[in-house]
C-alpha cells in the first residue's frame, strides 16, 4: 500500500489560509469518508485535528476545515498563526491492504 | 481522561530482541482497536500494524508482518510490540494510538518510544 500523496512543504504568512491536499484512490480516500488529519508538533506525538473528512474534536481551533472532492481530500488552516508551524498527515480507511489504515507522505507548514 | 503511557526509550545492539509497552487508562480497554505507528528519524508516520484487544484480532501492515509481534493484556490495559531480532534500521520512534470499534478517528496518542539500535 502506497502511501497518500500530501505536497512536501507548504507556507504562508500570517493570517493567509493555505490548503494542504492529500491525493489517493478509490480504495481511500475516494470510496469512505474516513479521513483524519493529524498535527504533529515539532518532538511531539500526533494529535487529530479533523476526522470523518471534516469533522473538528472539541477543543481544536476552528481555523482548521477539512473537505474531499473524488479522490482528494484537502486541509484548510485559515488565519494561519506562528503556532500553526508543524508538520499535518491524512489518514484513511483503505480496503487495499491491511492494517487497513494509510498515512500520507506529510506536509511542512512553515509560518514566513 | 484518556491516557496511553509508553515505556521509556531504548538502546540495543543488532540482534537483540525487545518488547515496548503502552498502558491505556480511562477507557474501556476492549472496545478500542490499538495500533502501532513508526517514525524513522527525519520521516513520516507508517503504520506497522492493529490490535482488537477484545478478541485478539490483529492485521499487520505487509511490511511488517514477520518482523514485529503486536500482543495485549487486558487484565493490565497493556498493548505490547515486540522484536525477536532487531536491526540497525529498526532505529525510530514507536507510538501508539487508539480508534473507538467502529469509528476510523485514532483519537489519543501515547507519548512515543524512541528505540535506538546501533552496535
Known amino acids: 500500500q502506497s502511501a497518500l500523496t500530501q505536497p512536501a512543504s507548504v507556507s504562508g504568512s500570517p493570517g493567509q489560509s493555505i490548503t494542504i491536499s492529500c491525493t489517493g484512490t478509490?480504495?481511500?480516500?475516494?470510496?469512505?469518508?474516513?479521513v483524519s488529519w493529524y498535527q504533529q508538533l515539532p518532538g511531539k506525538a500526533p494529535k487529530v485535528i479533523i476526522y470523518d473528512v471534516s469533522n473538528r474534536p472539541s477543543g481544536v481551533s476552528n481555523r482548521f476545515s477539512g473537505s474531499k472532492s473524488g479522490n482528494t481530500a484537502s486541509l484548510t488552516i485559515s488565519g494561519l498563526q506562528a503556532e500553526d508551524e508543524a508538520d499535518y498527515y491524512c489518514?484513511?480507511?483503505?480496503?487495499?491492504?491491511?492494517?487497513?489504515?494509510?498515512f500520507g507522505t506529510g506536509t511542512k507548514v512553515t509560518v514566513l | 481522561e484518556v491516557q496511553l503511557v509508553q515505556s521509556g526509550a531504548e538502546v540495543k545492539k543488532p540482534g537483540e530482541s525487545l518488547k515496548i509497552s503502552c498502558k491505556g487508562s480511562?477507557?474501556?480497554?476492549?472496545?478500542?482497536?490499538i495500533g502501532w505507528v513508526r517514525q524513522m528519524p527525519g520521516e513520516g508516520l507508517e503504520w506497522m500494524g492493529i490490535?482488537?484487544?477484545?478478541?485478539?484480532?490483529?492485521r499487520y501492515s505487509p511490511s511488517f508482518q514477520g518482523q514485529v509481534t503486536i500482543s495485549a493484556d487486558k487484565s493490565i490495559n497493556t498493548a505490547y510490540l515486540q522484536w525477536g531480532s532487531l536491526k540497525a534500521s529498526d532505529t525510530a520512534i514507536y507510538y501508539c494510538a487508539i480508534a473507538r470499534d467502529g469509528t476510523y478517528v485514532w483519537d489519543y496518542w501515547g507519548q512515543g518510544t524512541l528505540v535506538t539500535v546501533s552496535s
Open positions: 478509490s480504495s481511500d480516500v475516494g470510496g469512505h469518508n474516513s
Open positions: 480511562g477507557y474501556d480497554f476492549t472496545t478500542y482497536w
Open positions: 489518514n484513511s480507511y483503505t480496503t487495499n491492504n491491511k492494517p487497513n489504515y494509510v
Open positions: 490490535m482488537f484487544p477484545a478478541q485478539s484480532h490483529t
